[in-house]
Every structure is written in structure tokens, then in C-alpha cells.
């Protein structure tokens, strides 16, 4: 492998992108950060702004290395979520304070991002690599990663494998890999009512029983037990309103919303259409909206996740898990190019006040990474 002297070493590049603010949608001095690293390893840069309010303009970056041969892709996100007040130190001011670098996405995910930008910098494989790097993962996610698959689709690029540097670790770096993630639909139920005085119910028609009754249903079901892969589907209610202050009046409304977290024995837009059905025979004239965030997807067990295993045992001297579980990911798009695994940081502090990542675990990182290059480009 030839070393690329002029890309900075994983702790100062992550400390470089944690410095530019990037609260989703990302744009601007964030990707500048990257691109310059990127270029300076000799990748082809292609930013482009997609969408328009409310769910955009986000900004996405497609960055490619070599031609031909096999093709390995990284992919991650820029975007981090809102810092929240309470940090020990200015959470876009990285910091090493006792071995660990303190700031708003350094385990989420500009650890990884640096991480397996340094590792490809310091790699020369015969075949090609890319970056697949958005500013909307936190966020809608809606011309996010999937405007970057539109993009790629239009230029004929399609990796044969993909990692995703998402934090995956849970009590050690290395201890967990990703190999599927389970959907996402979220369901808005709303039952119109006739508004009233409660000693004159005849006169009005409240929503509230109806509503309970189809939640009290709803409630009562059980999807599956799980799979080989996957751990049961459940059904939660997430939001119960009337908004009604006043004790003696019927109300003119009721809501809910539902999420359904499910595995791949489900389609979400099934789900969507069970739950209508339990709903309107309730309250014929409710409206009910769904809206899948994403199907379940899973790669199975092989070639991906045979080099991921290797690597980690032979850079951290362990045999990982293979998880399905936790929320959802982009991988849940980039699935439908070629087959994708997760795997990243410790993922204890993401999300939090003073999310931090050892300094040791983000150089090991970038070793894993050059390891999975090396592995796959051998082959």
C-alpha cells in the first residue's frame, strides 16, 4: 500500500469535521472539510444540493477512486443531531481531554467518516472505491441518501458491497456488526367527533370511545414470534391526544399515532393497510395516515460479513456478533444496490451531552477499515 502524506491523520481529521457545526440537514464548510481530505487522496468529488422545504435543500457527496474491477463503497452521514445544553466544552470545538475526543458527532458518525477516509487514503487497490456521504441521515432523510442512489443509478455506478460506519459497538469496538435492520412504519390516526355538552350526549358524538376500542385491538395484536434473523415485530402507541380543557364537553376529535417496528416477514405498507382496516371498522369515517420510513432488510450471512469478521479478529482479536437489532439506518436504501453491512464506534454516548469517542478505538477503526480494503481488493 502506498501512504498518502498529505491526508490528515484520522484524530485531527475528525477533529476537523467536528469543528464545522453540521446540525441536520448539513451543508457546506462540513463537506468542504471532507472534500479537501478526500481530494487530496486522489478521489473524484461530485456535490450536488438536492430537494426543496420542507424536507430539503440537503447537500450529498459522491466521491469515487480507480475504475473497473470490484467496487467497495463506505457510506455515513455528515448531518449530527442538535447538541442540547449541559456540555462540559464547546460541543463543534473538538477536544481530547483523558484519551477521548469530546464533540457533537464524534461517535455519530465523523469518527468512522475520517476513519475510513484515512484508511482508503493509505490504500491502493486494483479495482474502485467510493464515499457515499449525506447531510440528512438525522433528519427526513428524504433527499438524503436516496437522492445519492438516484445520482449513482444515472451514472451507472453501483458498488458490489457497501459498509456503513454507523456505531455498532456496544461495550467494545469490534463486539457487534449490523448485518440487517427492521422497518419503521409510523401510523397517524385521527377520528372526527361531534362536539358537545356531556348532559346532552344525544346531541353530540364522541370520538374517545372509538378510538380506544381500535387501539385496545390493535393492541391485542401479535405480528410473529421472530425470526433466525430478527427479534419479534411490536406495536407501540406513541401518542394518545383530545386536547379538550374542559370537563363538561364532549370533544370534537381524537388522535393517536402508532409505530410498528417490524422484521422481514412484513411490508410496511400492509401493516399500514391492516391497521386502517382495524381502525375505520371502528370509526368508518377515520383518517389514518402511515408512512413507512423503511422496509426490513437483511444480508445474509457470506462473503461481506466473512471479511468484516475477519478483519476485526485479526485487528482486535475477537469474533463478532452478527445484530439485527437496533432503530433504522441508511442502510435500509443502500440495500437495494448490493449487499451492506454497519459497523463503527462504541455506540454508548451517540445522541448524548458530551458524546466522546477513545482516541484508541478511532485510530483502531481506521485500521479495521484498511483491513476490510485490503481483504476485499485481494480476492
Partial sequence: MKADTTMPDVVSLAKQLIDAESVTPARG???????TALRSAGFEIDRFVSGEAPDGPVENMLATRGSGGRHFAFAGHLDVVPPGDGW??????AEVRGGL???RGAVDMKGAIAAFAAACAHADPD???SLIITGDEEGPAIFGTRALIDRMNERDIRPDMCLVGEPTSVKRLGDTIKIGRRGSVNIWIDIPGKQGHVAYPHLAANPIPKLVAALAEIDS????TGTEWFQASNIETTDLTVGNTAHNVIPGKASARISIRFNDLHRGDDLGRRITEIVR???PDAIVTPKVSGEAFLTEP???SDIMCAAIQAELGMQPELSTSGGTSDARFLSKLCPVVEFGLI????HKLDEAVAVVDLEALERVYARVIDRVFRR
Fill in 88 to 93: 462540559r466544552s464547546d460541543p463543534f470545538d
Fill in 29 to 35: 464548510e462540513v463537506f468542504d472539510v471532507l472534500e
Fill in 221 to 224: 395484536i401479535t405480528l410473529d
Fill in 347 to 350: 455506540n454508548a454516548t451517540m
Fill in 101 to 103: 475526543l469530546y464533540g
Fill in 281 to 283: 371498522s371502528h370509526a
Fill in 127 to 129: 479495482g474502485t472505491t
Fill in 302 to 304: 457470506g462473503e461481506l
